[in-house]
């Protein structure tokens, strides 16, 4: 990202009259559950995905979440963003409890309070690049704040690109396209399902970047699920989940301390053995 743009997104924060440094709710609690349990299939095919996850997620922080692969990431931020029912337990977005939600407001909640950026881009590929990256608001049929708009293509970097198809487009690219129909419509919580999965590891860390900046330059908040540890290093926080917990939680996270919680889960075969108790502080209740 450049200078130029960095300052364009500090100064479509201040047009929402909240000072760069500040938004507003920072710190407070943006969405959680409560005793979060998801099952799938019933009797003796049945599998518990979650098995009671307690979690706060708080406004303008980046949170990702890690844990071995079945551990119930991607059901969690399901569950979370109302794409999947709950077995039992409360889920609350932004004030909302998403459990009393009907079908209509649900998808009312995902178009206009949620963001979501997933592994496969999910471009829509007959459309360019800009019509890909305001449909959210032209399917809820908002306006498009175009000074919010230009801001984030120019933090993105997609200015040159923006009348491209996706097949013109490189994964990367494709990748900041999303992120950037994630942004546009100033949602309460993005959530990303390993959004750096298919990117090479420059292409990563400008996306990572460009996340975190979103976070602290405008006070997104944003949920990530991600396996790469230095992925997790660009969040204010990570979760571990394992076999459907929530096991332990890191802040201010390093590749080391990542890699250390990981390999006491035995996600991780690169995570060196480890007799001295390992950092996985509990966060049991
Ligand atoms: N639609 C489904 N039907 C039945 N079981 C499912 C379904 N979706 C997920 N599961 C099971 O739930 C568990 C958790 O799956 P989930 O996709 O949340 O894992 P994950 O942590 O995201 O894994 P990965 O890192 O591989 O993406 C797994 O055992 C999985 O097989
Ligand atoms: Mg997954």
Do not use: W
Not at 171 to 196: M, N, S, Y
Not at 272 to 282: F, Q, R
């Amino acid at each position: 990202m450049t200078t130029q743009s960095t300052a364009l997104l500090a100064g479509d924060t201040q047009t929402d009259g909240r000072s760069a440094s500040e938004p507003a709710g920072r710190g407070s609690v943006i969405a959680s559950a409560r005793g979060l349990v998801k099952t799938y299939g019933s009797g003796d095919t049945a599998v518990q995905a979650l098995a009671g996850i307690d979690v706060d997620f708080v406004r303008g922080e980046l949170t990702a979440i890690m844990g071995p692969s079945g551990s119930g990431k991607s059901t969690l931020m399901h569950c979370m963003a109302g794409l999947d029912t709950v077995t039992a337990g409360t889920v609350v977005i932004d004030g909302e409890d998403v459990g009393r939600m009907n079908q209509r407001q649900l998808t009312r909640l995902r178009r206009t309070r949620l963001g979501f950026i997933f592994q496969a881009f999910n471009l829509v590929p007959t459309l360019t690049a800009a019509e890909n990256i305001t449909l959210p608001l032209d399917i809820a049929r908002r306006p498009v704040d175009r000074t919010h708009f230009d801001a984030i293509v120019a933090a993105v970097g997609l200015a040159k690109r923006l009348h491209h198809r996706p097949n013109e487009l490189s994964g990367g690219q494709q990748q900041r396209v999303a992120c950037a129909r994630a942004l546009v419509a100033k949602p309460a919580v993005i959530f990303a399902d390993e959004p750096t999965g298919n990117l090479d590891s420059k292409s990563s860390a400008e996306l990572l970047g460009f996340l975190r900046r979103s976070v602290d330059d405008l006070g997104q908040t944003v949920v990530m699920v991600t396996h790469d540890p230095r992925a997790a290093t660009y969040a204010h926080r990570v979760l571990f989940l394992a076999d459907g917990l929530l096991v332990g939680e890191l802040t201010n996270p390093t590749q080391a301390s990542v890699l250390e919680v990981l390999g006491s889960l035995g996600a991780n075969d690169l995570a060196a053995d480890d007799e001295s108790g390992v950092a996985a502080t509990s966060v049991g209740h």
